[in-house]
């Protein structure tokens, strides 16, 4: 007699609506349905503004393994609200999925959201399933943040004291941050706060799930991985990143060919690539000091930047050229940023220090020049400056000052010297965050991550 196919476990998978962390999740799909062991199917919840960022996984995988749930999201609040606000709408989403579960032949047994999406703590109480929190930040950036809001730090209590030191004595190295460089999240309100509190409950029952999942890797942050193990008090926590493929990377790379053609011109890791993520903009100001330094420097650049800076007045960055005879390609909107980090050409990136841009860049060998502005991103930058030694720190003079123009155009210089320590220790960890996802230890930890997934049948 035949054995019959074990029936596949259901996870509804639910991503925070923003680029930068649904594609994470996506990629993390992809992994779970290519697995050789796989015996998933997957529910991925979205809304229409996103909804086709998941158009690429569902030509790979047609339903049943692969299927969206298109939802509406919840109006959002005024854009005076505090940035918590936005978290605590997103709870509106949690009868709408409800129905849909009660409605559904075969209820979701497994629940993998975003560690943003607090409202699904409820939700996989109300299913009584299992949920695993995904973590699109870094361990490190993560530890910070946790941290943070459970310590509430009384040593400041406003944005007037924007330079004050905040100690994070119960982290690994005791890590010193200014106020100004916390998480607008959390300064944005405090304690007594609607909005504000329901947050922070809703952190303290992400480190009571099932289980974590990060997109790092054990050579990166083993530290504060165990920090997390610790925390939650089970083994329960993966690092499988690099989630990042080079075949999906490829696929987002639509209308590159003008600049890697203009990169073929170039001599090996002589390009700056210049980029602030897709929600990041740069003040007038910025603008002009970032210009002034690639032309003190004479870098060879890409630079993407987006239409509008945060006044509403175009950016004058130059001329846009593609000739292998001038030092500057400039690319308004959308980039292929993996492509041009992997290109030979490019020796240093500047980024404001989002995850993705962290992992694009070690995992194409690239030196970063860190310029953060908000979110997680002075957390990564002192990962990858102080702790590692990838890169270097772009100096402003003060919380919201600009850096000096010539001191910029030296690091600009610096970052595509062949003889920095900073390039040998990138390009190592480089092919280490290669080598761990095909047999090292994230290759391990997913291994068992998936096979605690295929446990969850009953």
Known sequence: MAHESPTPVHVLMIPYPAPSHITPLVDLARRLLNH??????????????FSHLLHPLLSSFPPPLLQPLLLSPPPPPPPSAAATSRIRALHALVDPTLSWCGSHPSPPRVIISDFLCTWTHQLSTHLNVPRVVFYSSGAFGSAVMYSVWRGVPTNVDNVDQPCVDVVLNDLPGSPVFKWSELSVLFRSGKPGDPDWDHFRVGLANNLTTWGAVFNTFSDLEKVCVDHFMNQMGHDRVWAVGPLLQNDVAQSRGAESEDVMTWL?????CSVVYVCFGSRTSLSTAES???RAALEYSKVDFVWCVGEWDGSGKEVDVGSNTTSPNENGFVIKGWAPQLDILKHRAVGGFVTHCGWNSVIESICSGVVMVTWPMGADQFSNAKLVVDQLGLGFRVKCDGPKGVPNPKELARLLIECVSLTRPER????????L??????????????????????????
């Open 36 to 49: 050789r062991d796989n015996h998933l199917s997957i529910t991925f919840l979205t809304t229409p503004s």
């Open 264 to 268: 073929d011109g170039k001599t090996d």
């Open 288 to 290: 002009m000091v970032l």
């Open 424 to 431: 040998g220790r990138v390009i190592e960890l480089g092919k």
């Open 433 to 458: 965050a290669i080598t761990t996802v095909k047999n090292g230890t994230s290759a391990s930890d997913f291994d068992q991550f998936i096979r605690r997934l295929n446990e969850c049948s009953v």
